[in-house]
């Protein structure tokens, strides 16, 4: 029986999947290092919660807010059952997160993470109970996709897989649960693919940004182009997962767009600019 659900990392994910799982009548546990990023996520579940409620989806966002608890402390966690952790794509990060969470919850409680492209099964290995470690990585903006992915590791057992696939669904999304860890999962695999032949394409000057752009959204019937995607996921994010699976065997193209833009802090959305400009 999960009551309440602990998330590590209140930026672009974390905050999000607080917001959900508040949504889904979960209490919540929301940590992170500073109270400036907790205060940050605080002020971004309230606009998005506003904006249901404005649309009438859901009537009282106060009670919703009131659901999360937030703390740079790890005390809070300690009465949970499940927790997802949504830092930084770093694994000796994500393996101190894991550790104190390991030490700090009960022994029933499942560890997720929400990890874009590193192996399980390294997280896993940073922890006491490897077989209630799994990822579930959730797809931005967490409140409005519904795709939720489900890894398990070389580690995790059944239980642990059905428990977390039963969380999505109560949280309203639609879990597609990997049989293991395929580097990238499913969708990166594709994700990362996309962006290379679209990356070849503008640098052999086939075509430009903007009509790979419109190529995606009128042909692909992507909601958005792929760099603006890219710029949207945050172009730092996309260059590690591209990273991970080009050391993992998906084979590589030339392509130096997207490293340049990250040595120029040209993040994408988060830093004002990235193929395009967010004034
Ligand atoms: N909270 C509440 N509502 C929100 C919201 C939020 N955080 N963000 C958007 N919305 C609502 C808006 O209010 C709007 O509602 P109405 O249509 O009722 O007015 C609706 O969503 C659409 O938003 P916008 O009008 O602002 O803009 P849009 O139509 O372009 O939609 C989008 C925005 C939902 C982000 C859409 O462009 C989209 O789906 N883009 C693709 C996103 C995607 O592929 N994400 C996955 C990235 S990969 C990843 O995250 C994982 C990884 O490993 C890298």
């Known amino acids: 029986m999960i009551r309440k659900i602990a998330v590590v990392g209140a930026g672009t994910m974390g905050h999000g999947i607080a917001e959900v799982a508040a949504l889904s009548g979960f209490e919540v546990a929301l940590i992170d290092v500073s109270w400036d990023f907790l205060n940050r996520a605080k002020e971004r579940i309230t606009d998005s919660l506003n904006k249901l409620a ?59 993470t929400n990890t874009s492209s590193i192996p399980i099964s390294d997280i896993a290995e940073a922890t006491g109970r490897k077989q209630k470690v799994i990822g579930m990585h959730f797809f931005n903006p967490p409140v ?3 795709l939720v992915e489900v890894i398990p590791s070389k580690y995790t ?18 879990p597609v649960s990997l049989k293991y860890e395929i580097p990238g999962f499913v969708s990166n695999r594709i994700f990362i693919r996309l962006l290379q032949e679209a990356c070849r394409e503008v640098e052999d000057k086939e075509a430009t940004i903007e009509e790979v752009d419109s190529t995606a959204r009128n042909k692909l019937k992507l909601p958005m182009g792929l760099f603006e995607l890219a710029d949207y996921v945050g172009l730092d994010v996309v260059v590690d997962i591209w990273n991970v699976l080009t050391t993992r065997g998906t084979p590589d193209v030339k392509c130096s767009m997207f490293k340049a833009k990250v040595e120029e802090k040209n993040l994408g959305v988060k830093s004002g600019k990235g193929f395009y400009a967010y004034p």
Request: no cysteine.
């Open 157 to 174: 057992d059944q239980d642990t897989v059905d428990k977390t696939v039963e969380l999505a669904k109560k949280m309203n999304k639609i």
């Open 144 to 146: 409005i996709m519904k």
């Open 54 to 112: 404005e649309k009438k989806q859901i009537n009282d966002p106060n009670a919703v807010l009131q659901k999360i608890e937030f703390n740079t402390s790890y005390d809070i966690a300690k009465d949970a059952d499940f927790a997802i952790e949504a830092v930084p794509e770093k694994l000796e990060l994500k393996k101190t997160v894991f550790k104190t969470l390991d030490s700090v919850m009960g022994s029933h409680a499942i560890l997720a």
